[in-house]
């Protein structure tokens, strides 16, 4: 045997217990229920990988619903895309939060009403997959109490997914949360002095 074909018939066992193994996990995995997907961190993708799942979710013919908590000063690609789909209620908290208002009580009662948007969609069966953008904020200046919001994600009906996004680690979801993943800043053109762009930033 050449060294060539000695090493593609090592490659080729490595891969077939590779294959062995991942699929005795598949396997394993028997249990059927919404999970709780909580994406964080300092890097940019939280919002579009949770808005890229609900794509997912939606081409299947999936109900979802989306509560943006953060009113930014431009009309955001996403919004227009999503808000056009018969399949999606589409909900952008109104006017109090940004990092303009700088105002407790007006921002309070803002995630209050954003909030209130929430709390029936988490409780109907009907929608199978809802998006609670950029929520953490309301949780790390306490808009929103942690236990709140909490309770009603683990009384939610069974079959449910929830994305639940922002920079903050917040500890109430990361015990809670059956997916997590960390986006990570690794560089951001923003710090080359590249300005945000429409159909990139939002
Ligand atoms: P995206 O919506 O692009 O997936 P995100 O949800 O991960 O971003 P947010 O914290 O919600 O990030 O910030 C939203 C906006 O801020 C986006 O326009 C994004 O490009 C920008 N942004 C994200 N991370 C950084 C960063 N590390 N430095 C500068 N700007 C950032
Ligand atoms: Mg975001």
Redesign the pocket.
């Known amino acids: 045997m050449t060294e060539k074909e000695a090493s593609a018939a090592e490659h080729k066992i490595k891969m077939q217990k590779q294959q062995r193994e991942i699929r005795a996990r598949i396997a394993s995995a028997k249990t059927r229920r919404g999970v709780i997907i909580y994406l964080y961190g300092?890097?940019?993708?939280?919002?579009?990988?949770a808005f890229g799942t609900l794509a997912r979710s939606l081409g299947h013919g999936k109900q979802g619903a989306v509560i943006q908590f953060i009113k930014g000063k431009w009309k955001t690609g996403e919004q227009e895309f999503f808000k056009k789909l018969g399949n999606v209620e589409y909900h952008v908290m109104g006017t109090g939060f940004t990092w303009d208002t700088q105002d407790r009580e007006k921002d309070t009662a803002a995630a209050e009403r954003a909030w209130e948007k929430a709390v029936p969609l988490l409780k109907d069966p009907g929608f199978d997959i809802i998006l609670l953008d950029?929520i953490t904020y309301m949780l790390k200046y306490d808009y929103l109490p942690v236990r709140k919001v909490t309770d009603a994600l683990l009384s939610r009906p069974e079959k449910q997914n929830v994305i639940v996004?922002g920079?903050d680690a917040i500890p109430g979801l990361l015990e809670i949360a059956d997916t997590i993943s960390e986006?990570k800043?690794i560089k951001?053109a923003?710090?080359q002095g590249v300005k945000?762009q429409k159909g990139?930033?939002?």
């Open positions: 300092n890097g940019k993708g939280k919002s579009s990988s950029e996004t920079r986006v800043e951001h923003f710090n945000a990139i930033e939002f």
